[in-house]
């Protein structure tokens, strides 16, 4: 079967899509990884490129041994996956080792897989464990709101999980382990993705501080509809906070006075009283 008319493919192009549209991902901000089903991979196995060298994914992830995944290259846009997936987007292979990957398939022109290749990796190692191989999908995106809460809510996962959860009524439902909560670190090395996969065990979404979100899930609909569950009640805590009613400064009663003046209009002095 033709790579890119397999269902998988399809599923995968279409999220990045919608996450593009929702502008989680300027520029090249973000990456997504799916592991592939064993019968995928013999579906697709006549159509892969001969074996490129096997290159070092920067830690191990030796519960993966041999497994294959769609991953988004480092550096591609997101806005170009739907234009051009062979050129944005890689399958790839590990070695026996889970220390190595290779490239079968895509990145046409050049390039390499996303940088956060470790967290991604090390986070798929975590939940193909605990979910018993149910869990297949990565997903990091630049999520605005989320990234805005990270600068004024303490970085716990307490507090997170509580904010987010009282904003709607349908988070404590979708996502009933809570949220964890990385403070800021180098992205892109395998300190951010061991700090990520320890909280992987216990949530699926995880926060990185001034920089944006993860998170786990079984397939595409449930990954994405968690990140922008996520993400939405985080909109809506954007703007309870911003509607704080507390003023720190504002047009005074004199200004008025002096405004009327100016202009030449009558200001009623029944609008200019003090406040309390
Ligand atoms: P890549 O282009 O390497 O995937 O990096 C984007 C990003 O969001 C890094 O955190
Ligand atoms: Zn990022």
Redesign the pocket.
Known sequence: MKILETRFMQGFIKMADDGYHQGWHER????LSYRLKPDEVELIRPRLNAPGDWQPIGTEVPGLAGEFFLV?????YFRNIIVDPEVCLAIIELDDAGVNYRIRWGLVEGGR????LPTHLMNHEVKKKLTNDRHRVIY?A?TTNIIALTFVLPLSDKVFTRELWETATECPVVFPDGVGVVGWMV??GREIALKTAELMEKYDVVI?AH??MFCSGEDFDLTFGLLHTVEKSAEILVKILSMNPRKLQTITPDNFRDLAKGFNVTLPEEFLYEKP
């Open positions: 090249n901000g973000g990456n988004t290259g480092s550096g591609k897989p996303t940088s956060e990091h630049h992205p892109g990185w920089h944006g």
